[in-house]
């Protein structure tokens, strides 16, 4: 099964409307932590916003807000006011603990924005 | 130079061929990881490491080869590749990769096995 689930392999939105990216997750740890990330043609992963499991606040970074619905196994990426630099692609990525030091993050496969003027 | 840096960012190389490809963080991190990404596939982590100890080796296959000399610098050693392995290799950096601690990756790269 995935442990990360991506269900809009692309999008098309007009400028300065809001955007949300759907994210689904499984994991049986009780601490985790989720991420999103944006790939713009170039290739370099940017970080975008972090939700730990045990947050009770919904991440907010600037245009960027996470919707965090822990009992659905969710957490949404909401793009606010979108803009023509927002096309890219994003992902959603999930750490679950392994008690042995640094942790890698799993990774969707990934939602495709495109903004229309 | 600043954050992850990573070369050669194009690689062609023959199934026989042996060559490297080298990660540079300047962030003062002590984690560094692997990450390869397919076309149609997920990132994949490949290799962690944590204070140049290997804590995670994703099932790997052994034509990939990672060293670590120290926390700035992460090699990924590769020899007798198959074409399906072409794809854009990603390296990341991180304070100590736990929690919220948020990875920083470098530009990748384009790797094409003929």
């Known amino acids: 099964a995935q442990k990360i689930t991506q269900t809009q392999p692309g999008m098309f939105v007009q400028e300065k409307e809001a955007v949300t990216l759907d994210c689904t997750y499984d994991t049986s740890d009780q601490s985790y932590g989720l991420f999103w990330y944006k790939q713009p043609s170039s290739g370099e992963m940017i970080f975008l916003i972090y939700q730990g499991s045990y947050d009770e606040q919904n991440a907010t970074e600037g245009r960027y807000s996470l919707n965090f619905q822990k009992a659905r196994k969710s957490a949404n990426l909401v793009i606010s006011a979108s803009q023509l630099g927002d096309s890219a692609m994003y992902f959603c990525a999930m750490r679950e603990p392994s008690g042995g030091g640094a942790d890698g993050l799993t990774f969707g496969k990934g939602t495709h924005l495109i903004i229309q003027p | 130079e600043t954050g992850v840096t990573q070369t050669p960012r194009h690689l062609v190389m023959g199934m026989t061929n042996k060559k490297s490809l080298k990660c540079e963080q300047h962030l003062g991190h002590n984690a560094m990881y692997w990450y390869k990404q397919s076309a149609k596939k997920p990132l994949e982590l490949m290799f962690v490491?944590?204070?140049?100890?290997?804590?995670e080796n994703n099932s790997v296959p052994s034509r990939f080869s990672p060293e670590c000399p120290n926390s700035s610098h992460l090699f990924l050693h590769l020899h007798t590749l198959q074409p399906e392995d072409s794809a854009l290799y990603l390296c990341?950096?991180?304070?100590?990769?736990?929690?919220?601690?948020?990875?920083?990756f470098g530009p990748g790269t384009r790797l094409t096995v003929t």
């Open positions: 490491y944590n204070f140049k100890e290997q804590t």
């Open positions: 990341a950096s991180s304070q100590d990769g736990t929690g919220r601690d948020e990875q920083y």
